[in-house]
């Protein structure tokens, strides 16, 4: 079986400009989750897709948005880049909205530098 | 945001030695989870816990989620080179909207000298 694969692997740009990340979850699983790892600290909620809706949101700004895909895929983008949002970008895909049965498989995510 | 507290920070141990970290969360979860990650990747799931007083193995692993659901701890028995990684606890609150999200320690980095 598939695992979550995202792209692209490593990402510089610039203050102030867009980015657009993208994940493909596991077979067999329709919800996907954003995760914002900063160094040294254990990944941050950003949001999660089911049915192609935004579903759950944690404390970031409207300038993080997100799609999902019918086919489940989806992509993180962020506008207005600033030096803080540096960081792993982590994408993980479930079988339903919650960790039951099989808890979220991670992908290997997207290290995101803004200078 | 909000991160729950992981301990120890650090750990550097001899081959062959008993691991145990923990967690505890002034929430209360549903849900325990502890992963590892290593340098470069992303984090991978050792032990999914759904039930308070649940305690599961995986190979070396044992984890247990806290009676007062507050609390989980791993432990790694017989400790290997490569358990080397940074180890994360993780907590889902009770279901519904951004409930479904799940909530990290700051994770403990684990140094296995041969």
């Known amino acids: 079986e598939t695992g979550v694969t995202q792209s692209p692997t490593h990402l510089i740009k610039t203050r102030g400009q867009q980015v657009t990340l993208r994940c493909s979850s596991q077979s067999g699983h329709n919800t996907v989750s954003w995760y914002q790892q900063a160094l040294g600290q254990g990944p941050q909620f950003i949001f999660q897709?089911?049915?192609?809706?935004?579903?759950g949101r944690g404390n970031f700004p409207p300038r993080f948005s997100g799609l999902q895909f019918p086919n489940y895929s989806s992509e993180l983008n962020v506008n207005a880049l600033e030096l803080d949002d540096s960081a792993l970008y982590l994408c993980?895909?479930?079988?339903?909205?919650?960790?039951?049965?099989?808890?979220?498989?991670f992908g290997s995510g997207t290290r995101l530098t803004v200078v | 945001g909000q991160q729950l507290n992981q301990s120890p920070q650090s750990m550097f141990i001899q081959e062959g030695e008993d691991v145990s970290m923990n967690c505890t969360s002034s929430s209360i979860f549903n849900t325990w989870l502890w992963y590892k990650q290593d340098p470069g990747e992303g984090p991978v799931l050792l032990i999914a816990l759904y039930k308070a007083g649940e305690l599961t193995s995986n190979g070396r692993l044992t984890a247990q989620f806290g009676i007062t659901r507050k609390d989980s701890f791993l432990n790694i028995s017989a400790s290997i080179p490569s358990d080397v990684g940074i180890y994360f606890c993780?907590?889902?609150?009770?279901?519904?909207?951004?409930?479904?999200?799940?909530?990290f320690g700051k994770g403990t980095l684990l140094t296995v000298n041969p």
């Open positions: 993780a907590g889902q609150l009770p279901r519904g909207g951004s409930n479904y999200k799940l909530t």
């Open positions: 993980a895909s479930s079988r339903g909205q919650g960790a039951s049965n099989y808890g979220y498989t």
């Open positions: 897709y089911y049915r192609e809706e935004e579903n």
